[in-house]
């Protein structure tokens, strides 16, 4: 059946097209389904919206960074980033593949406790580690990175309470040329910050230090930013086993690497502006192998998140109504919101529809269900006249967004896996009344 379209006027939009000839870099790709199964086989079971997940393409893109480090440098150690996605199913799999576990929080070491990490296997790191859950953390081995030298004075405590030696080792943040640059995390590596806090470990005598770690940010397309905090970290370690008697057994070089999404003001799409992983492996490895001396082969660590999980993700969502907005351009309501795609401040994601529509694309923005103005899950998309029901397919959207999300105004949806055969799995329910107000209580005297 043919619709009726009102015709309007449109202002020619500049910014659309770029040098590189891209006419509509968010043009509508129609994609019927993930890993071979049907969008609305998925919708029909499980509800819009709904985020699926692909085991293959995370097992995939874990397997790619693996190889990259450990084909250029013997010994590698990768631990998931749990912040970035920590559905049990998510992480199992990261598991399953030897990954250890990154945590920052007493949450996040718990729950990686209860998926069976033991303690040695855990990389504690974060600003605020409270005092208690850096005793068990000391006593079940885990690898604590220190931040603070409040955290120092709390680990001697813990050390004497125990009467062990922990095994500690110390955030350092630096200058790798890269903006803007995260220094509110660990000690400084150019004000002599980070030498202070090496002396302050050495004097009290306490502690063993055996690492050094150092995440620069997120998102980081600079490749020789890694070089360059490689080569000042392992400058670091010689300088503290050459003054104390400390051995440097690991430098971890937290996590950062970008996804293929395309950033919020970044002109270039992702396959030209984004770097490969070789190309981070590369200068990690190279500065390892040509400044370390020889005989000495620390422990390198990596804390990828995103560069492994995000292109894993999908979110399904559906055209719930269209309107046309006094600029010229459409509006779209649709069932997800910015509740559940916190990323959706900084990324433009990929956007496919789930069938062939006629009409002429034309700009769009997609707003979420929220009564909230700040409710814009993609303000530049490029579609044809969409009927209501279509299913929007979002991507990639596996990092941050399942840990991010918040239940603000409506439920959160469930989450799928899809294996490597095609078989899929609820992974989370979707969130029911019953959830939400388990945790209140009504005051006697206001009940009715
Ligand atoms: C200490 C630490 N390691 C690793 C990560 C993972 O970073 P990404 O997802 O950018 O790889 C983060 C995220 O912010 C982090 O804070």
Not at 207 to 216: A, F, P, V
Not at 393 to 403: D, E, H, K
Request: charged share 25%.
């Amino acid at each position: 059946m043919k619709r009726y379209e009102k015709p309007v006027i449109h202002k020619l939009q500049i910014g659309f097209a770029n040098k590189f000839g891209f006419a509509s870099p968010y043009g509508a790709r129609v994609r019927k389904s993930i890993d071979g199964v049907p969008i609305e086989q998925l919708v029909e079971k499980y509800g819009s919206p709904l985020f699926v997940f692909s085991e293959r393409r995370l097992r995939q893109k874990f397997r790619e960074l693996k190889n990259a480090f450990t084909l250029r440098y013997p010994n590698v150690e990768f631990s998931w980033s749990y912040k970035t996605n920590y559905l049990d199913a998510i992480a199992s799999i990261l598991h399953d593949e030897g990954a250890t576990a990154e945590v920052v929080s007493e949450f996040e070491y718990e729950k990686a406790r209860r998926l069976g990490v033991p303690g040695e296997q855990i990389i504690y790191n974060g600003p605020y580690k409270p005092k208690e859950s850096l005793r068990v953390a000391v006593k079940e081995g885990a690898r604590i990175n220190i931040d603070t030298f409040e955290e120092i004075a709390d680990l001697e405590e813990v050390a004497d309470e125990l009467g062990v030696r922990p095994k500690v080792a110390i955030r350092v943040n630096m200058d790798t040329g890269i903006h803007p640059r995260w220094s509110r995390f660990g000690f400084n590596y150019e004000n002599g910050q980070a030498w202070d806090a090496v002396k302050r470990i050495a004097l009290g005598g306490k502690l063993d230090l055996i690492g050094l770690h150092c995440h620069m940010g997120t998102f980081i397309l600079k490749p020789e930013a890694y070089e360059v905090e490689t080569r000042k970290l392992v400058e670091l370690a010689h300088r503290i086993e050459d003054e104390y008697s400390f051995q440097i057994e690991y430098i971890d070089v937290g996590g950062g690497f970008p996804s293929r999404n395309r950033l919020k003001g970044i002109y270039l799409p992702p396959d030209v502006a984004v770097p490969s992983i070789d190309e981070y492996a590369e200068r990690i490895t190279t500065a390892l192998l040509s400044s370390l001396r020889a005989g000495a082969y620390p422990k390198l660590i990596l804390e990828s998140g995103r560069a492994i999980v995000d292109e894993a993700g999908f979110l399904i969502t559906t055209v719930h109504a269209s309107k046309r907005l006094p600029d010229g351009r459409r509006g779209y309501v649709l069932d997800a919101g910015v509740n559940i795609l916190f990323t959706a401040f900084w990324y433009h994601f990929n956007v496919e529809i789930d069938r062939e529509v006629n009409g002429a694309a034309e700009p769009c923005v997609l707003y979420g269900p929220l009564c909230m103005n700040i409710d814009v899950v993609h303000d530049r998309a490029h579609l044809p006249p969409l009927p209501r029901g279509t299913r929007l397919i979002l991507s990639p959207v596996g990092a941050y967004n399942v840990t991010q999300w918040m239940q603000f105004i409506r439920y959160r949806p469930a989450v799928v896996l899809i294996g490597e055969n095609g078989e899929v799995d609820l992974i989370r329910e979707a969130e029911s009344l019953e959830d939400i107000v388990r945790r209140e209580r009504i005051p006697e005297r206001l009940k009715r």
